[in-house]
């Protein structure tokens, strides 16, 4: 039992020197205290940078564009090739970088995409609540009726295998969640006086909702979005890997270990290492989603160091 | 009767939904594809086939027609042709379901077995090392993609220690001298009845495997959520009551706690069972295990859409059907559910 | 004159937070006698309860009794391992809480939860059990034990759920009742039938009750003798008609003073000024001279230490009566 009371840094010179403290920034500064929250943001900043930079990093740019490198097939991870090379002799450490452009951009496209058509439906449903509220969320439960992936699958082949369809098919199942979410915090802020009052004083419905009820929402969907951004990479790679989504010669994530599979159990590294970094970054925002929820939370907040 | 009132609001619910959901997937099927006709006759149609098609689906009439056709057909078990296998498509559910189910059933088994008794002790001693260990395997759990476990787990259990199977429902030798006799088409039921107990052996010891991988992900889920509401539940005063009056610690936790943290336990396993409903997509296709998941995939391929339209209905269906199970059940264990 | 059942021996528990050491018992001693119906009286925050929670061994976290002795039957209760403790509690102490319905788990019918008290105390088979929660629910005057055998908490009243609870306490055959509380948050007339109800419980069956409150007219109509607390202090103790009629201390008078005509008939209410220390920060000397009228220039130097004021054993803690008896 700790009787010692934490050690609380927070930026007191600046409270003291005046400065605004914001919301974000004790966020910031809580979050910073946490170990792993810092090394999942420093592992995702490396693929992230690595994807984007990922031409001039690799002495092999044009097997990451999907050029074969045949005398090479399958050769085991060693100096040149530090993965090894994959079924037509590609650098597989280029394909993992080159593929975690598409792999990375499908979870955060399909989040904001999400985000975008939720918020916005979520606050007017919960402000306006009547009829509006009713079909919205009857909406939302048809929507959240089906099992995600298959219903990504059936629309992506409804539209047709590609990265954008994907990503489409991907987002339209996620948006409910962010509905619902939303609503919910809208429907208990619409009882508070700040609102009541805004109210009373004539402040359209329109002006109430952007300035006052959706910047009250935006922690609760970070908190969501961050977690989401593993969820979202997870299925995104399944559906690639049944084949839909991106298409060689271009490099995925999912679509290797699809590939890589069959040649696993001789070969693991060309499937395991592009399963690895599904997994590392799927963990890495799980781990940042949970910083992020404790360092959003006031009452997490001070004890970061202390508890866990 | 308000039990029963109740039950009968949820279902009247669940018809709801699931009209609700024929109608999208009717769009999905008849809406979305820029040449709907071409999409359910497969890929490289001919001019005729198209015409045909649809003449077939009713495509030059109005949508409300085309739904009330799509219904009729749904309603009388008329699910399409497959481009690929040219069975009916409810013929090929038939067969293909229920190795999909029996995989399903024993991950979910698997998953509260290990998840819930987990989810209790991490969260009846929060902060200790097994909190920590169990908060471990439960992030890694909803991080870890599952068709990479299940090739983990061959590559472990296969190749390194050659202690279990690489894939398929049985061995060749089982399928060839002591054939499963089908009944339900389950194989542990099947051969259970039928007392074929080397088709039993060699059924479980195929079915770990491809089961354990797919219970990774609903077994963090439960850990989570039964963890937490323990938490909750355990600052409650009935339970300081109970402890003050003498009840034994384990009688506390695993009666008196548990069954009021089992409620939002059980919401989250019923999420847990679409996430294995469409895991077993991904696990079959590494286990070749011949179910839904390998059909789907197949049609993917092969791009049948009118396979993939009606196997994402018929689960999305055995989803709601679940949920309406867990949201029954749920009254039966906490009669508070029925008032609000 | 008999042996005492509980004996209480200068008794301290602190509860160590962020904010510092709260020391909410503080040296209390008092005994209850078997068969009698004890009150132990105080406003709220003045440690009655956790003296209540501290005889079950059962201080919440971060909480620890620092000293004290606390014997039972002539056993020495602190020094008890957990598992003897537990079929202590509820086997031969049992508790009851202030509200019923927060205390009775709201997934398990009121006949599961005794008959899970009474197993897991006695050795009797799941029907012998059974019968015995009938006939418990029977004791505490609840009609059709039957039906209400299979009837979850929340579909009881607030009052039958404390009979329940009182049958719960009774049915492992526990024969110390510490009752916290046990009508404060029942209606007037249901208060009544339940404190009815324990008197009536301790002529037929023996039991001795201790009866925390904060209401002075309820010690007045069904105690014996009584204990005032203040600050994690024993203030005055003595027979009921003593501390009620013969009262010393100026604490108690306040509270009297406080309380509507049911006990005395006088025109118009009093407060006590001021509010209960919290605690934490000690006050020096007596801790109720802030709020005291009568406060002596004595008052601020030195605690004043329980001493004999008057017949049998009223005693009372205030330098008022330090010159009379020295």
Redesign the interface.
């Known amino acids: 039992?700790t009787?010692v009371?934490p050690d609380l840094e927070i930026p007191i010179e600046d409270i003291k020197a005046g400065k605004r403290v914001t919301e974000y920034h004790l966020m910031w500064w809580a979050f910073r205290r946490d170990p792993l929250a810092v090394l999942s943001l420093v592992i995702l900043l490396g693929f992230i940078l690595g994807a984007i930079f990922a031409p001039n990093l690799t002495p092999y740019p044009e097997q990451g564009r999907g050029d074969p490198n045949l005398l090479e097939k399958f050769s085991p991870p060693n100096q040149g090739h530090l993965l090894g090379t994959d079924y037509l002799g590609r650098d597989v450490l280029t394909r993992i970088l080159y593929g975690g452009r598409s792999s990375l951009a499908i979870g955060f496209l399909v989040v904001i995409v999400a985000v975008l058509i939720g918020v916005p439906l979520g606050a007017i449903s919960g402000y306006y609540g009547g009829w509006i509220d009713n079909l919205v969320m009857?909406i939302t439960?048809?929507?959240l009726?089906?099992?995600?992936?298959?219903?990504a699958?059936?629309?992506a082949?409804?539209?047709?295998a590609s990265f954008t369809n994907t990503m489409i098919a991907i987002s339209f199942t996620w948006w409910p969640w962010y509905t619902r979410l939303v609503r919910a915090q809208t429907l208990s802020l619409r009882e508070r006086y700040f609102i009541e009052a805004a109210r009373s004083i004539g402040v359209p419905s329109w002006k109430i909702i952007t300035s006052h009820v959706l910047p009250n929402v935006m922690t609760p969907v970070m908190v969501q979005a961050t977690m989401d951004l593993?969820g979202a990479i997870?299925v995104g790679?399944?559906v690639s890997?049944?084949?839909?989504g991106v298409q060689p010669p271009l490099a995925d994530w999912?679509q290797m270990?699809?590939i890589g599979?069959i040649y696993?159990?001789e070969r693991?590294w060309y499937?395991?290492s592009a399963?690895?970094a599904?997994?590392l970054v799927?963990?890495a925002?799980?781990?940042l989603g949970?910083a992020v929820r404790d360092a959003a939370d006031p009452h997490t907040r001070r004890v970061v160091d202390v508890?866990? | 009767m308000q039990r029963l009132d109740y039950i009968l609001k949820r279902m009247v619910m669940a018809i709801f939904?699931l009209i609700?959901?024929s109608?999208?997937?009717f769009f999905?099927?008849r809406v979305?594809?820029?040449n709907p006709a071409a999409?359910w006759v497969g890929p490289h149609p001919t001019k005729e086939q198209i015409e045909k098609a649809t003449l077939e689906l009713g495509l030059d009439k109005p949508l409300y027609v085309q739904y009330q056709r799509y219904m009729q057909d749904l309603l009388s078990g008329d699910l399409g042709t497959s481009v690929r296998t040219h069975q009916p498509i409810l013929s090929d559910i038939k067969t293909f379901l229920p190795a999909t189910l029996e995989l399903v059933f024993v991950g979910m088994l698997i998953a509260v077995l290990i998840g819930i008794p987990l989810g209790v002790l991490s969260g009846a001693f929060k902060?200790s090392w097994l909190d920590h260990f169990t908060r471990l395997i439960s992030?890694?759990g909803?991080?870890?993609?599952?068709?990479?476990l299940g090739?983990?787990l061959?590559?472990l259990f296969?190749?390194q220690l050659g202690l279990l199977p690489?894939g398929a429902r049985v061995s060749t030798e089982v399928a060839l001298f002591h054939p499963v006799t089908p009944i339900t088409r389950m194989y542990l039921i099947d051969s259970a009845v039928t007392g074929n107990w080397t088709a039993f052996k060699d059924a479980s010891i195929h079915l770990i495997l491809p089961a354990l991988a797919l219970a990774t992900y609903p077994i963090a889920l439960a850990i989570r959520m039964t963890r937490s509401t323990m938490i909750e539940v355990l600052n409650e005063k009935y339970i300081m009551a109970a402890r003050i009056s003498g009840i034994r610690e384990r009688s506390v936790l695993f009666i008196l706690a548990l069954k009021n943290a089992i409620v939002p336990t059980l919401n989250a396993l019923g999420l847990a069972f679409?996430?294995s409903?469409?895991g077993a997509?991904?696990i079959e296709?590494?286990f070749s295990w011949p179910g839904l998941g390998t059909y789907?995939?197949n049609a993917?391929?092969g791009?049948d859409?009118p396979v993939?339209?009606s196997?994402?209905l018929i689960?999305?269906v055995f989803?709601?059907a679940i949920n309406l199970i867990l949201d029954i059940l749920q009254a039966f264990i906490d009669p508070r559910v029925i008032i609000g | 004159m008999n042996a005492p059942l509980l004996a209480i021996e200068d008794l301290h528990v602190h509860f160590?937070?962020?904010a510092g050491t709260v020391r909410a018992v503080n040296g209390v001693s008092f005994e209850i006698r078997s068969g009698e119906m004890f009150g132990l009286v105080g406003e709220s925050g003045c440690g009655k309860t956790v003296t209540g929670l501290a005889i079950m061994r059962a201080i919440p976290?971060?909480g620890r009794i620092m000293k004290g002795r606390i014997f039972f039957q002539g056993e020495d209760l602190i020094t008890k391992s957990e598992s003897e403790m537990r079929d202590i509690r509820g086997g031969r102490i049992a508790m009851i809480f202030q509200d019923p319905t927060a205390s009775l788990n709201p997934v398990f019918t009121a006949g599961y939860q005794i008959s899970l008290q009474i197993t897991q105390h006695r050795h009797v088979s799941k029907k012998e059990a059974k019968q015995l929660a009938f006939d418990m629910f029977s004791e505490v005057g609840l009609p059709h034990a039957k039906s209400i055998y299979n009837t979850y908490p929340h579909e009881l009243s607030g009052g039958m759920q404390q009979r329940v609870m009182i049958a719960m306490a009774l049915a492992s055959g526990a024969e110390l009742l510490i009752a916290d509380e046990p009508t404060t948050a029942l209606d007037v007339t249901i208060q009544a039938q339940i404190l009815a109800l324990l008197s009536q419980l301790r002529e037929s069956e023996g039991l001795t009750i201790l009866l925390i409150t904060h209401d002075l007219g309820v010690v007045a109509e069904t105690c014996d003798r009584v204990a005032v607390t203040y600050d994690g202090h024993i203030v005055e103790s003595g027979t009921v008609d003593d501390v009620l009629y013969q009262t010393k201390h100026p604490y108690t008078q306040g509270l009297l003073a406080a309380l509507p005509d049911t006990v005395r008939h006088k025109q118009s209410l009093e407060v006590i000024k001021g509010s209960v220390p919290d605690g934490l920060h000690s006050v020096s000397g007596c801790s109720f001279h802030p709020r005291c009228p009568k406060v002596m220039d004595i008052c601020l130097d030195q605690p004043p230490s329980l001493i004999i004021v008057g017949e049998k054993e009223h005693s009372a803690s205030c330098y008022l009566y330090m010159e009379e008896t020295a």
């Not at chain 1, 890997?241 to 839909?244: A, D, K, N, S």
């Open positions: 039992m009787t009371a009857r439960d048809i929507f009726a089906f099992p995600p992936l298959l219903l699958i059936a629309l082949s409804a539209l047709g593993g997870l790679a399944a890997f049944i084949g839909l999912g270990v699809s599979r696993f159990i693991p499937a395991g399963g690895l599904i997994f799927t963990l925002f799980n781990l949970d508890g866990r | 939904v609700s959901v109608i999208l997937t999905i099927a979305v594809p820029s999409a902060g992030i890694a909803v991080s870890m993609p599952v068709f990479l090739l983990l061959q590559l296969f190749r690489l679409v996430y409903l469409t997509i991904l296709i590494i789907v995939t993917v391929l791009v859409f993939i339209v196997v994402t689960m999305t989803y709601i | 160590n937070t962020y976290s971060p």
